[in-house]
């Protein structure tokens, strides 16, 4: 199992950037996919961007497509996601999440690790 812990959030202005952290460790991590999710208040948790810790193709959501980017640092056990452009649709508690699928679905619930959440603030 791995555990997850997420930083970096924040308050934004519209058209800013923030670059969030998600810390992993446990049993065998690197194995996992990794994913970035969000969820609005009143709304559905959301699917941003996943990619596999030991390499390979990265995925986002359409609506962050061209603004974020999703990365690892395997030396560091970290998985990052830079957020370029933010807008006040963006404002979300992100969680960091791990999954033992090789091409998890863009779907919270192919994601059984999580961690706690980072909240992201960007105002108008």
């Known amino acids: 199992q791995v555990q997850l812990v997420e930083s970096g959030g924040g308050l934004v202005q519209t058209g800013g950037s923030l670059r969030l952290s998600c810390a992993a460790s446990?049993?065998?991590?690197?194995?996992?996919?990794m994913g970035w999710l969000r969820q609005a208040p009143g709304k559905e948790r959301e699917f941003v961007a996943s990619i596999p810790w030991r390499g390979g193709v990265t995925k986002y959501g359409d609506s962050v497509k061209g603004r974020f980017t999703i990365s690892t640092d395997n030396a560091k056990s970290t998985v990052y996601l830079q957020m370029n452009s933010l807008k006040p649709e963006d404002t979300a508690i992100y969680y960091c999440?791990?999954?033992?699928?090789?091409?998890?679905?863009?779907?919270?619930?192919?994601?059984?690790?999580w961690g706690q959440g980072t909240q992201v603030t960007v105002s108008e």
């Open positions: 999440a791990g999954s033992l699928l090789a091409a998890p679905a863009p779907t919270p619930n192919r994601y059984p690790y």
């Open positions: 446990g049993r065998a991590f690197s194995s996992y996919t």
